[in-house]
């Protein structure tokens, strides 16, 4: 994969789109050929070593926010801080930090019943990204939003994509999130049919 | 990561409050069954003791081995200050000296002459003693069908059925043959205060119910008694304590005594009542075992549930980076916490509830009435000590078993099954 790039595969329904997003964040392994994430081949990974692939440099943003309900803003953001060991002096500033970027402190003791969905996925954006991982993936994240909403936080990724070289990637068939990226990978039952960068 | 939990845990009411409610409610349960059922069956041990047997039962050598002919020329004899004794030997146990004897029982006509007349039993018991908790492990008053508890020297109760067959009400004049202590013939005149029905068929043929005092005029057994019943304070029969304490009382005054000397026997010493009491435990102990087995399926099921349904916490988690084991000890940590909340909560209510009941009991004599089954009258739970961790077994092995099993799936699932329903 590339490092620091904003980019998409795009795909209709069924074409392998969550298949392929599990294998590059070390869920599942490919029953034929290799994939290779951040100098770690996906299939000869154990389970443990997968789970500390995921923990150090990977993040997860879903498109049903998937925030642990009856944990506050700052408890869902700080969890995976948790698995990396880190003192609570030095999760308190890299969650205040995570806040910051997404514009939400002042919502840090609300829980996620208590938030809109556009709150709720930057809350789940700087829960990927409060350990600046190497690669955050995106299933379908602004699918729940209104387009407001989804512009704020397709920017708000733009933002942390340019500050932090953190690598996005998307698997989304909607265009207006599309144009944001700058590469295109068009999947089509499995297979790459295209391949396009765009911008810097 | 334990405040993590501990916070989820807390705030989660399905994933505490509810589970930690739903162990309580089965280990309560199961504690008070525990307890109701030994009550139950030990109630029917109960009745056999209060009537005949005692929990202990002091008699001499002579008349132990030949019991059941109530051979009263070989009764204890200078019972004031064996009975002191035993108080003083055994505080944890009332002790109570009865006669049991055997005559006629004659019913005279306006002239003296014999009206009708029949074989009776009789049982001379402190009666007149406002102090004496006779009357009460009887349940005379309660028995009572006609007439009026005996008041004073010479008034006795008679069996209702025995009454009518003699044609006596109460107010009327018996007169008891029989034969004194030292086997010369006694003739003694008794005045019917009242008629009680005991509601056990052995009990209802026929007898004679006197205070011992009038007994021991009527065959002349001054300061003797056949038997010195023990009970034991708690009121419940402990046959290891009974068996414990006749064997120190016959090794300190002679197992081999001679005819005259005093024994003691354990409830389950006399005649059948061994087998009667292993029976009794064995069918406790299964009654109990069948709850407790349906209860803990219950709970372990309620953890099996409880832990499937957080399939979806679990996805999040092992997506951001947490092991399948961690995850799994989480679980299980989870709900040992909750099986243990559960259990000692469940087992302060249960045994709440088993207090009550050993204490006020249920009334049910309005049901037996007419029966002819040796049945208690009040059933009464009965706290023992393994009612105080019992409730565990379900509680809290089932609720950590369930959950196990439960969590097995994490390990049989592929990690993206997981998130698959997470997603869904």
């Given at each position: 994969m590339l490092q620091n790039r904003h980019l998409v595969f795009r795909q209709q329904s069924g074409s392998g789109k969550t298949t392929m997003l599990n294998i590059i964040g070390s869920l599942d392994i490919p029953s034929a050929g290799e994939v290779t994430v951040l100098n770690h081949s996906i299939g000869s990974l154990t389970q443990k070593e997968a789970a500390n692939l995921r923990k150090k440099s990977l993040g997860f943003i879903f498109q049903s926010y998937n925030l642990f309900g009856v944990h506050n803003v700052f408890e869902n953001i700080e969890f995976p801080l948790l698995l990396l060991d880190y003192t609570a002096a030095e999760r308190k500033k890299m969650v205040m930090e995570a806040l910051e970027w997404l514009g939400l402190t002042d919502k840090i003791r609300s829980k996620p019943p208590q938030l809109s969905g556009g709150e709720c996925q930057r809350v789940a954006i700087a829960r990927a990204m409060v350990k600046k991982p190497s690669l955050v993936l995106a299933d379908e994240p602004t699918a729940n939003l209104d387009a407001a909403n989804s512009h704020n936080i397709l920017r708000s990724m733009e933002a942390l994509n340019r500050e932090f070289k953190t690598t996005f990637l998307f698997a989304t068939h909607d265009d207006k999130v599309i144009s944001y990226l700058r590469r295109k990978i068009f999947l089509d039952d499995g297979r790459i049919v295209n391949d396009e960068l765009t911008g810097n | 990561?334990?405040?993590?939990?501990?916070?989820?845990?807390?705030?989660?009411?399905?994933?505490?409050?509810?589970?930690?409610?739903?162990?309580?409610?089965?280990?309560?349960?199961?504690?008070?069954?525990?307890?109701?059922?030994?009550?139950?069956?030990?109630?029917?041990?109960?009745?056999?003791?209060?009537?005949?047997?005692?929990?202990?039962?002091?008699?001499?050598?002579?008349?132990?081995?030949?019991?059941?002919?109530?051979?009263?020329?070989?009764?204890?004899?200078?019972?004031?200050?064996?009975?002191?004794?035993?108080?003083?030997?055994?505080?944890g146990v009332e002790w109570s000296p009865r006669i049991q004897f055997a005559g006629i029982a004659d019913v005279p006509d306006e002239n003296g002459e014999t009206r009708t007349q029949g074989p009776a039993m009789g049982l001379g018991l402190d009666l007149l003693d406002p102090q004496s908790p006779e009357r009460e492990r009887m349940n005379l008053e309660g028995s009572l069908v006609r007439g009026s508890m005996p008041g004073k020297a010479n008034e006795v109760l008679l069996i209702e059925l025995f009454s009518r067959k003699l044609d006596v009400n109460p107010g009327d004049r018996i007169t008891f043959i029989g034969s004194t202590m030292y086997g010369s013939m006694t003739i003694h005149d008794f005045t019917v205060s009242g008629t009680v029905s005991m509601g056990q068929e052995a009990l209802d043929r026929g007898m004679i119910i006197a205070d011992i005092g009038d007994v021991r005029i009527a065959l002349d057994m001054e300061n003797a008694a056949g038997e010195i019943l023990g009970f034991f304070r708690e009121g419940f029969y402990d046959d290891e304590i009974a068996m414990e304490n006749a064997a120190a009382f016959n090794g300190a005054d002679g197992g081999n005594a001679k005819d005259l000397a005093p024994v003691m026997k354990s409830l389950s010493q006399q005649g059948t009542m061994g087998s009667y009491v292993g029976m009794t435990k064995s069918w406790s102990a299964m009654i109990s075992m069948v709850f407790i087995i349906a209860m803990s399926l219950v709970l372990w099921n309620a953890g099996l549930l409880g832990g499937m349904r957080r399939y979806g916490e679990v996805g999040i988690r092992l997506a951001m980076g947490e092991d399948k084991g961690h995850t799994y000890r989480s679980m299980i940590y989870e709900a040992v916490m909750i099986g243990l909340a559960g259990s000692v909560v469940g087992t302060v209510i249960g045994l709440f509830l088993a207090w009550l009941l050993q204490k006020y009991g249920i009334d049910i004599s309005g049901i037996m009435q007419g029966s002819a089954l040796m049945m208690p009258t009040v059933i009464r739970a009965n706290i023992n000590p393994v009612d105080y961790y019992l409730g565990f077994i379900p509680g809290l092995i089932s609720t950590v078993v369930g959950t196990m099993l439960s969590g097995i799936g994490i390990y049989k699932r592929q990690t993206a099954r997981l998130f698959k329903e997470l997603e869904a």
């Open positions: - | 990561m334990i405040k993590f939990l501990l916070i989820g845990l807390i705030r989660d009411k399905s994933r505490s409050r509810i589970p930690v409610i739903v162990v309580s409610i089965g280990v309560a349960l199961t504690v008070l069954m525990h307890a109701y059922i030994t009550g139950f069956m030990g109630d029917i041990i109960e009745i056999n003791a209060r009537v005949t047997h005692g929990h202990l039962k002091v008699m001499t050598a002579g008349y132990s081995e030949n019991m059941q002919q109530m051979p009263n020329d070989l009764a204890l004899t200078d019972v004031s200050s064996l009975t002191e004794e035993l108080r003083q030997k055994y505080a």
